[in-house]
């Protein structure tokens, strides 16, 4: 009887141990999986500020040819480490519009977009994995504006 309640000790302890080790590991994952979406969205302004430059670089000389070549490539290498770490960019203008990815700063009539079809990006929004790490700023379509027609109910008749 001894032998059995200690066998049954034994097992209890195991699994307790068991359990115990399984939540640290599920804890530690946790952690190091909230400290990169951290440290993806400290990095986030840095993306923003490196494509504003490009956009703004109008390379006229030699030697300003050789620092926006030099400037290119380190964003190359800075997009390369994002994609390696799985941090995408979230597809945006002609996608319809998603509330968990997107945020709608503002809605604007189209002849040509359909209603909820995203018409202009704002600022790009990015994902680690499947987590948003910031929606994207997006212009939504509010489609074709109908013009209102008037019922004959509507009409009145001028009195005579």
Do not use: W
């Amino acid at each position: 009887m001894k032998i059995a309640s200690e066998k049954d000790t034994k097992i209890r302890l195991q699994a307790d141990f068991d359990n115990t080790r399984k939540k640290l590991d599920k804890d530690r994952l946790s952690t190091e999986s909230n400290a990169k979406v951290q440290v993806m969205k400290s990095l986030l302004p840095l993306i923003d500020s490196f494509e504003s430059a490009r956009q703004q670089i109008r390379p006229d000389t030699e030697t300003e040819k050789k620092i926006d070549t030099s400037y290119q490539g380190i964003y190359r290498q800075f997009v390369e480490v994002l994609r390696h770490l799985r941090v995408k960019a979230i597809p945006t203008v002609g996608k319809p519009f998603d509330p968990l990815l997107h945020e709608a700063i503002s809605r604007e009539k189209s002849e040509a977009v359909k209603v909820g079809m995203i018409t202009e990006e704002l600022t790009r929004g990015f994902c680690l994995g499947d987590r948003v790490l910031r929606p994207a700023k997006v212009k939504v379509s509010l489609g074709p504006i109908k013009k209102k027609t008037v019922s004959p109910a509507d009409e009145t008749t001028p009195s005579a």
